[in-house]
């Protein structure tokens, strides 16, 4: 018996998904306008949008030059090279944001001003250096380092595999051609691979978004941290998380289809 003709597939199916989450979006804002207790609570939290966006893409941007290096070490022809990225990578990644955070809060802050003050004691005793003390590395700094430190092992992944996806024999023909080897990266490699890059990359960059909030438990004033104070004076719990959840999920679902949309021009630019 034969089978029933199907209907043909358009060549993209209509985002059902996000024309709900669009009018939900646009139904709850609408409804905090008009609401004076979670229009008070918005005007609190939203304070903390300038923190959260700062620690995101600064992190964001040391994490992805830490990783490019650490990449470019696991790529090298030095096998200590290959072996100290490959240690820094497994550590790093095994060890949770959170743990990370604290570690570099509370250990690598108050080592890093004793090494210092050790290194600057002759400078000190001159008068040149006035000795720094923990107190000096703010709380924020010490969040931006961890969250560059624990995403610069993945990313360093992400360029790796990249990096390596280049068929090999595309370099032979630039050092035929007597490229040097930053010239072979720049011009070869580099353009080839954030083709390959660009989509976990920009996944790193929203989950980073994410776990921006997570420096809230140092005290920087994120959006986070706004809600958990208000939330802990007027103990309006519910009103207070749901409008933090709203925010990042207007913050996230938007990063998201940019980078959708950044990702389908470039296979488009690609096909031509």
Known sequence: MQAPPTAPRTKADFPWWLAVAAAIAVAVAVFVATNDLYAQVFSTVIQGLG????????????ASTLGLLVALMGLSGSIWLRQ???????????????VLLFWIAFVGAPAFVAGWNALTASLQEAGLLKPLHVRDVS????????????????????????IQSVEAGQIEAAKALGLSRFQRF???VLPQAIRTILPPLGNDFVAMVKDSSLVSVLGVADITQMGKVYATGSFRFFETYAIVAYIYLVLTLSLSLALRALERRMRKGRGA
């Not at 966006?53 to 040391?62: K, Y």
């Not at 100290?84 to 959170?98: A, D, H, K, Q």
């Not at 709380?139 to 990249?162: D, Q």
């Open 51 to 62: 923190i959260t966006i700062f620690v995101t893409l600064v992190g964001f941007s040391l």
């Open 84 to 98: 100290i990225s490959r240690f820094y990578v497994e550590v790093i990644r095994g060890v949770p944001i959170l």
């Open 139 to 162: 709380l924020l700094w010490r969040a931006i380092m961890a969250l560059t430190i624990g995403y610069s092992a993945f990313i360093a992944e992400v360029f790796r595999a990249g």
């Open 186 to 188: 720049r011009l070869i």
